[in-house]
């Protein structure tokens, strides 16, 4: 838990970002304590953003990284860094590019209600104002908007009703009936 107290951020001060995020396909697999989270991020250079790019670094609190590809090579320890509180890949193409992360959360011991908890064995997500950061690696600001589909899955008898933003694309059962899953789509930017 941070203890300090948070430093204003002045609008003089505001520079946009480097890179855009235009789309990201999540893919959940609920479990109360190892909930594993793939993201597909869609990524391109900002045009607006004038100066040298650099690294590309993204917000994650709280992740178990298992795996990270780029343009589904995947990437080499040396590649990338992470820390406490985020994900920088070191090299990145000066065009578009999709990057694949898949991490390990715990919802059962996230009580501090951001991002993905369980409340009384209910699945829950806050993810304002900078609560995505705890479900997985993203550029955690107000200013990068993106279109999202999320493809949740869990245990069939525990989890009877999967809910997610947008409308439902898909659904279906797994594992002879013991698991499911419904995809949703939400064709408006966030």
């Given amino acids: 838990m941070k203890t300090e107290t948070p430093r204003p951020i002045q609008l003089k001060d505001y520079r946009p970002p ?15 304590a190892k909930t594993a989270v793939t993201s597909r991020l869609a990524v391109r250079p900002n045009p607006k953003y004038s100066g040298r790019r650099g690294p590309l670094r993204l917000d994650g609190e709280l992740l178990d990284l298992q795996s990270i590809a780029l343009d589904g090579r995947t990437l080499k320890p040396a590649a990338y860094r992470t820390d406490a509180e985020s994900l920088t890949i070191l090299d990145t193409p000066d065009r578009p590019f999709t990057l694949e992360t898949t991490v390990l959360i715990n919802p059962e011991a996230n009580t501090a209600l951001q991002g993905l908890y369980r409340s009384r064995g209910v699945y829950c997500t806050q993810c304002e104002a900078e609560g995505f950061r705890r479900i997985t690696y993203f550029l955690d600001r107000p200013d990068v908007l993106s279109v999202y589909s999320c493809r949740v899955e869990g245990d069939r008898a525990s989890l009877p009703v999967l809910l997610s933003n947008g409308n439902l694309a898909e659904h279906g059962t797994l594992d002879r009936g013991k698991r499911h899953f419904a995809l949703w789509k939400d064709p408006h930017p966030k």
Wanted: glycine share 0%; aromatic share 6%; hydrophobic share 55%.
């Fill in 18 to 32: 480097a890179y855009l995020i235009d789309t990201v396909d999540l893919d959940i697999a609920l479990e109360p």
